[in-house]
């Protein structure tokens, strides 16, 4: 191969050539080649994968690594641009790269720690999240092929699967229970589903996906399993349970910061590759880039993910225990009665709870608009505003917001009632007075409305 050849030797190019790469896979051997990161490590807690994994150092030494901000790469001689194309050299085995449309350094090294998080193989960073859910169903399944579905996903996902996609490649999709096996294996089109396609804690009613189930009926019919684990990162590793894909929104819990739009897909090196192929890669083609300086600005936010996610998921926990003691109809998958309690301690990674969502049901909207009203407006408990993973609360009523593309009816079979209230619980302020803030703005509802704060204690899920 015709090298490239810098001025001044980066760095981080200097440490690969000099010393071996201790990633936690135990088989470090001193090799100049840089491989993807994969599945089998020796770490089980994910935290723990992420900081055995390889650190990234700036151009000159830096502990942060440098940002790309180039759109496109030189070359020293004109046939290694030939052989870039026709995909001979590239940017794992000879640190050569062509166009940040296709791989960026900076965005591939924050993808690595993504799937050290992850626990695949490989994984690649999109400018959002249904940009990295469309691109997987679209490259997975293809034109006229068939998806076997939740019928209780994030409203977006659901319009993707029901509207767009019949209406632009002929892919149907079969919504049903992904608690039922019966119904899910009736479900399967032998020969013709491609995807069974389901969410590690459901939008918005926290059902738990039981993967390992799911991801054999899924291969039992030759097709794949894909979990969006935007709901749970670190709680559940769903590709250490079997599951083929892993998409995120990274805009959430990953963030942290409610001010980043991104995505991730983790999966095998071949799904990655094969959706950047210069032909038909629907990464490649469609675009869904992610810009250098964010992908810098995340790899910087993901050491203290499990703080955070520990913090969430304490608050929650206890949010959820004294609002189901006042009587509220509160759902959350760590409470002992919520019908998934034990498939989620059996599948979730010790220590990191049951994530940070919790929902309480009203009943009506009309008790859930005016319970928000008071939390926001007159206790400031937290905000009105979709979304999740911020360090403030945030809370809506996701029958008229994030899962109002859904039709009414499949919202009421799914379990989303009018009143449901999805929380995302934050971690500012102390516990104790967020929890008096709580009760005050319940204690103005009850003022209004009498008995809006009776009713059995229940989980609907």
């Not at 009632?417 to 995302?424: A, E, W």
């Amino acid at each position: 191969m015709a090298p490239v050849v810098a001025a001044v030797e980066p760095f981080t190019s200097l440490l690969k050539r000099l010393q071996p790469q201790d990633d936690g896979l135990g088989d470090d051997t001193g090799s100049t080649d840089v491989k993807p990161m994969k599945a089998h490590r020796r770490e089980s807690d994910p935290a723990a994968a992420l900081a055995a994994a390889r650190h990234e150092f700036g151009e000159y030494g830096g502990v942060n690594m440098s940002i790309e901000a180039s759109i496109t790469f030189t070359v020293m001689e004109p046939d290694t641009m030939r052989r870039l194309f026709a995909g001979e050299l590239g940017p794992e085995r000879d640190d050569l790269y062509i166009y940040s449309r296709h791989f960026n350094p900076t965005v591939l090294a924050l993808g690595r720690q993504i799937a050290v998080l992850e626990g695949t193989e490989a994984a690649y960073c999109t400018a959002s999240g249904m940009s990295a859910i469309s691109s997987v169903l679209m490259q997975l399944v293809g034109a006229g092929g068939h998806v076997v579905a939740s019928h209780c996903l994030y409203g977006g996902t659901h319009a993707l699967l029901s509207s767009f996609l019949p209406r632009t490649s002929g892919v149907s999709t079969t919504f049903v229970d992904t608690d039922d096996e019966a119904a899910v294996r009736a479900a399967v089109w032998p020969g013709e589903t491609k995807v069974v396609y389901v969410e590690t804690m459901s939008n918005p009613t926290l059902a738990v996906a039981d993967i390992p189930m799911l991801v054999r009926l899924a291969h039992e019919a030759g097709a794949k399993l894909v979990v969006d684990n935007t709901f749970t990162p670190l709680v559940v590793s769903p590709a250490r349970l079997g599951a083929d894909v892993v998409v995120h929104s990274v805009s959430k819990f990953i963030s942290g910061g409610a001010d980043i739009i991104a995505g991730a897909i983790c999966g095998p090196a071949s799904l990655v590759n094969s959706m950047m192929d210069l032909q038909d890669g629907a990464l490649m083609l469609l675009g869904p880039t992610m810009n250098a300086k964010v992908a810098s600005e995340l790899a910087g936010r993901l050491p203290h993910l499990p703080l955070r996610m520990q913090e969430h998921s304490r608050r929650a926990g206890e949010f959820a225990t004294r609002m189901r003691r006042l009587g509220l109809r509160v759902t959350y998958p760590g409470l002992p009665d919520h019908p998934h309690h034990d498939r989620l301690r059996t599948m979730g990674n010790p220590g990191y709870g049951a994530g940070g969502m919790l929902c309480v049901d009203m009943g009506t909207e009309a008790r859930a608009n005016l319970l928000m009203h008071h939390l926001q407006n007159s206790t400031h408990f937290g905000l009105m505003a979709v979304s999740l993973g911020y360090y403030e609360t945030l809370m809506s009523c996701s029958g008229n917001s994030t899962s109002s593309e859904i039709a009414p009816d499949d919202r009421a079979r799914a379990g989303i009632s009018p009143g449901l209230i999805r929380v995302s619980v934050g971690y500012n302020g102390t516990l104790e007075q967020r929890w008096a803030q709580f009760e005050r703005a319940l204690a103005f509802v009850q003022q209004e409305i009498p008995d809006a704060g009776a009713g059995k204690p229940c989980n609907a899920v």
